[in-house]
C-alpha cells in the first residue's frame, strides 16, 4: 500500500479566505483522488487529480471553489477558496496505484478544517 | 448517483461477540472494499473483493462479495475493544469501465464493551 501524507493535519481559518492543502504519496501512482468528509458522515468524492491536465469535478464541486493541482506523480494540492462555516469538513486524499477495477484506494491521514 | 445502503448504522457490542454489517446496492458493483476509520485517522483498508461470491479473510475479518454483485457483507470474530471505529463499505459501479471512482455507504459506527 502507498503512505500518503498531508499537510496540514488540521486548521481554523477565518471565513472568506482559502487554504492549501498538500497530498504527498510515496511512491508514483496512477491515480489521486480528493474527498470531504463532513462531520459524522461518510465520504463523497470532490474530484479526481489528473496529472498534468484539469481535475476531473463531480457533480456539486467546481474548479472555481476547489482548485486542484497535480504536477506530477507523487504530489497533488486541493485549495478550498473563499471558505464558509459550510466548508468546514475533514478533507481526505487518496491514491490508487492502478487505473480501473484492481485500483485499492488507500487515504491519507485527512486535514480537519474549521471555518469561523 | 450510485448510493450503498450500508447496516446497521450502529452497533453496541461485549468483548467477545461476532459483529456482521453489510451493505446494498440496488444496482451491479464490480468491486467491494470494505474500511475502517479511527477518529482522527483517514479510512484504512481491510479487504478488497472482485469477483461475485468471493469469500475474502484478513485475520478475524472476513467478508465476501454477493452473488448478485449487488451486496456484501464484513464479519468480525471474537471482537476486542481496538475493533472500535467506523466501518464503511465501498463499491466501483458495474458501469464504470475506466478510472477508480468509488461509491461509499454511511458507514457503521461499531462500539465494543469491554
Known amino acids: 500500500s502507498a503512505v500518503i501524507s498531508q499537510k496540514p493535519s488540521r486548521d481554523i481559518c477565518q471565513r472568506g479566505t482559502s487554504l492549501t492543502i498538500q497530498c504527498q504519496v510515496d511512491?508514483?501512482?496512477?491515480?489521486m483522488f480528493w474527498y470531504r468528509q463532513q462531520p459524522g458522515q461518510s465520504l463523497t468524492l470532490i474530484a479526481t487529480a489528473n496529472q498534468g491536465s484539469e481535475a476531473t469535478y463531480e457533480s456539486g464541486f467546481v474548479i472555481d471553489k476547489f482548485p486542484i493541482s497535480r504536477p506530477n506523480l507523487t504530489f497533488s494540492t486541493l485549495t478550498v477558496s473563499n471558505m464558509s462555516p459550510e466548508d468546514s469538513s475533514i478533507y481526505l486524499c487518496s491514491s490508487a496505484r492502478l487505473a480501473g477495477l484492481q485500483g485499492e484506494q488507500f487515504f491519507g491521514p485527512g486535514t480537519r478544517l474549521t471555518v469561523l | 448517483g450510485q448510493q450503498l445502503n450500508q447496516s446497521p448504522q450502529s452497533m453496541f457490542i461485549q468483548e467477545g461477540e461476532d459483529v456482521s454489517m453489510n451493505c446494498t446496492s440496488s444496482?451491479?458493483?464490480?468491486?467491494w472494499l470494505w474500511y475502517k476509520q479511527d477518529p482522527g485517522e483517514g479510512p484504512v483498508l481491510l479487504i478488497a473483493?472482485?469477483?461475485?461470491?468471493e469469500l475474502t479473510s484478513n485475520g478475524r475479518l472476513t467478508a465476501q462479495f454477493g452473488i448478485t454483485r449487488k451486496d456484501s457483507f464484513l464479519n468480525i470474530s471474537a471482537s476486542i475493544p481496538s475493533d472500535v471505529g467506523i466501518y464503511f463499505c465501498a463499491g466501483r459501479p458495474g458501469e464504470e469501465t475506466s478510472g477508480s471512482r468509488l461509491t461509499f455507504g454511511e458507514g457503521t459506527q461499531l462500539t465494543v464493551n469491554p
Open positions: 473483493l472482485y469477483k461475485a461470491g
Open positions: 511512491s508514483q501512482v496512477t491515480m
Open positions: 444496482s451491479i458493483f464490480n468491486t
